[in-house]
């Protein structure tokens, strides 16, 4: 598989913006744990973010592969700083999918533009990779829901303009996977509370807060979807934006690896540089296969994805082998860099940090296997 010349270009201006915008910024927002918002709006105005919204609600109309592979170069440049940007449109996948025609006239056309920010709330304190442990309640009161709750690791909880909130609307189902809804809340609405959660391992440039919701009147035209079909709408949105955290593992990677690889050839030792020894480059040859494996994983689901061929199964693998990936070279990077890279090094030490998240969120490795094993279960040999 080859990428088209329009794809190739998305590259290159994908990589020369974060070049040019953050990668000098990069250990100051990490130490800050913060990032400058006026960057992610600056991606905005030049077309990097949402652009798998299509035309008619204000995007560029282009695939899922496309904002994954922006989200790749992003990535590459730095996780923590790419995922403030990339995550400004999380959230939007759903209300594409599901919202009614009023609702994505209303809300897609702010997310590309930079006007608004989304985001979406689904783990909670109780409830992690098993959705069906969510107790936050929105109790309908007429022509509004009432919602009650706390959500946890919220991405752009702080930030969001709003908020996609995973909420149980029929307690009394028998079938846990039956009782949610998803409900778009405007995060100006009394009741909603975030609180910024510090120290985080990696991508401490991404907010990532505790929610706290109470009492909040939403208006009950705000739900996206269906009432109760809230489980299988986000079974279809991670089968999106799961491609996305692919690339992000990816992307950390082949970073990683350009930073090891320009370590080794500057540093002197046996007679010559780290770089001329055979076990310097077969490390190095692992490293580089790998991320091709993990990339074309990628590329693949996101293209089946894009042309109508959704295979949750490959699109799990992609997302758990970056994962995997990104855990093994960011630390074969480090390693390479010798002491300079536990202790002087900040760039590789951050993307050592940053690349274990990929294992984590929106489906932990585990919860991808588990994926795979199923459906592969379901296959008839
Ligand atoms: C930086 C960050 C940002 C995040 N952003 C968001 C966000 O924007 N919105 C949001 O809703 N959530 C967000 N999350 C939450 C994230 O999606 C969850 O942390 C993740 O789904 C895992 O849930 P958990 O932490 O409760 O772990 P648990 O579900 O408690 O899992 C703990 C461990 O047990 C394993 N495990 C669980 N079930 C099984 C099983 N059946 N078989 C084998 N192993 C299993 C898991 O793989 C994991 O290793 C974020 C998390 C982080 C750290």
Not at 79 to 95: A, D, H, I, L
Not at 213 to 225: K, Q, R, T
Not at 343 to 363: H, L, N, P, S, T
């Amino acid at each position: 598989m080859e990428l088209t010349s329009e794809q190739k270009d998305i590259v290159k201006a994908a990589r020369e913006f974060a070049e040019g915008e953050f990668k000098d910024r990069a250990k100051e927002f990490d130490e800050k744990e913060e990032f400058d918002l006026a960057i992610a709006k600056r991606a905005c105005e030049n077309g990097f973010v949402g652009t798998f919204i299509k035309e008619e609600y204000g995007g560029a109309g282009l695939g899922f592969l496309e904002h994954s592979l922006i989200t790749e170069q992003f990535w590459r440049v730095d996780p923590g700083c790419g995922q403030s940007v990339n995550s400004w449109s999380f959230g939007s996948e759903m209300v594409q999918a599901f919202g009614t025609e009023e609702q994505k006239k209303k809300y897609l056309p702010l997310i590309p533009t930079g006007e608004k920010m989304i985001a979406f709330a689904i783990t909670e304190p109780d409830a992690g990779s098993d959705v069906t442990m969510v107790k936050t309640r929105a109790e309908k009161k007429g022509d509004k829901y009432l919602i009650n709750g706390s959500k946890m690791f919220i991405t752009n909880g702080c930030l969001a303009d709003f908020m996609l909130i995973y909420a149980i609307t029929d307690p009394d189902e028998k079938d846990p996977h039956k009782r949610a809804s998803i409900i778009l809340a405007d995060t100006s609405t009394p009741g909603y509370e975030a609180t910024k959660i510090h120290g985080k391992m990696g991508i401490r440039a991404s907010n990532t807060a505790e929610l706290s919701l109470s009492n909040m009147e939403v208006p009950a035209e705000n739900l996206i979807g269906q009432e109760g079909r809230g489980f299988y709408q986000l079974m279809d949105f991670f089968n999106k934006t799961r491609n996305h955290v692919a690339a992000q593992g990816v992307g950390v990677s082949q970073g990683a690896l350009e930073m090891a690889i320009s370590h080794v050839k500057k540093r002197k030792a046996f007679g010559g540089t780290l770089s001329k020894l055979q076990g310097i480059q077969f490390k190095l040859a692992e490293m580089v296969t790998r991320i091709e494996a993990a990339r074309s994983l990628y590329w693949r689901s996101a293209w089946l994805l894009d042309h109508g061929k959704l295979d949750p199964a490959l699109i799990s693998m992609a997302k758990w082998y970056a994962g995997d990936t990104a855990v093994y070279v960011t630390n074969e990077a480090l390693q390479l860099h010798g002491g300079y890279g536990y202790i002087a090094e900040y760039d590789i030490q951050r993307f050592y940090r940053d690349a274990k998240i990929v294992e984590i969120y929106e489906g932990s490795r585990e919860v991808e296997k588990a994926v795979i094993g199923s459906e592969l279960l379901k296959r008839v040999f």
